[in-house]
């Protein structure tokens, strides 16, 4: 049983369009939520992460969305690029789970030009 | 450079012939962890590390062991390979515990069970 379950498992989007990323998680202990992304024969990297004690973060085009009520989290990639194609994992971890980080499933994203 | 080097990139093996996949990181970080990565279930944690001698299970530990006798190195070894433990395979690492930085991935381990 997936705690961090995340959708669409693949997004199609056109140049300049804004791509849109959600998560859902059932652990309320977690409060760290990183993304990461991964280009094709790669490690994943880290783009943004958030804690619950906010909102929203925003870095560059990249914007992470918080709504701690419903357990969501999601990410929003404007004016996306062909350079921005790659998948994408949400991720969860607590501070009372030692080294634990739990992924979603992934989201394969593809910007058309 | 900064990296986590994994060895082999590739590895085609045969059901039950013990091998093992090398990992090392040059950034002196305490934690380390290591992951497989399948079709639609994400990156998965095996076994993580929070110091030398330190290990603990993950998620899905079942057929595998890890050692962490130097701080640098964290191998994972299959003893007996079995076909569903064909995979892509991620070593990481961190400075501090996962809830609180990033985790620097390596370029994975492409293992095939037959």
């Known amino acids: 049983q997936q705690q961090v379950k995340q959708s669409p498992q693949s997004l199609i989007v056109q140049k300049g369009g804004i791509s849109i990323i959600n998560c859902a998680y059932e652990?309320?202990?977690?409060?760290?939520f990183p993304w990461y992304q991964q280009f094709p024969g790669k490690g994943p990297a880290l783009l943004i992460a958030?804690?619950?004690?906010?909102s929203e973060k925003k870095e560059g085009r990249f914007t992470i969305s918080f709504n701690k009520s419903a357990k969501q989290f999601s990410l929003h990639i404007m004016d996306s690029q062909p350079g921005d194609s790659a998948t994408y994992f949400c991720?969860?971890?607590?501070?009372?789970?030692?080294?634990?980080?739990?992924f979603g499933g992934g989201t394969r994203l593809m910007v058309k030009p | 450079e900064a990296q986590v080097t994994q060895n082999p990139r590739y590895l085609i093996t045969v059901t039950g012939k013990k091998l093992t996949v090398t990992c090392s990181q040059n950034?002196?970080?305490?934690?380390m962890s290591w992951y497989r990565q399948d079709p639609g279930l994400g990156l998965r944690q095996i076994y993580y590390?929070?110091?030398?001698?330190?290990?603990d299970k993950g998620d899905v530990p079942e057929g595998y062991k890890v050692s962490r006798k130097e701080k640098r190195n964290f191998p994972l070894i299959l003893e007996s390979p079995s076909p569903n433990q064909t995979s892509l395979y991620f070593c990481?690492?961190?400075?501090?515990?996962?809830?609180?930085?990033?985790?620097?991935f390596g370029q994975g381990t492409r293992l095939t069970v037959v």
């Open positions: 990481a690492s961190s400075l501090r515990p996962l809830a609180n930085t990033e985790a620097f």
């Open positions: 652990n309320t202990a977690f409060d760290y």
């Open positions: 958030i804690r619950p004690d906010v």
């Open positions: 991720a969860a971890s607590s501070n009372d789970a030692g080294n634990m980080l739990t």
């Open positions: 950034m002196n970080h305490e934690y």
């Open positions: 590390s929070m110091n030398v001698e330190v290990t």
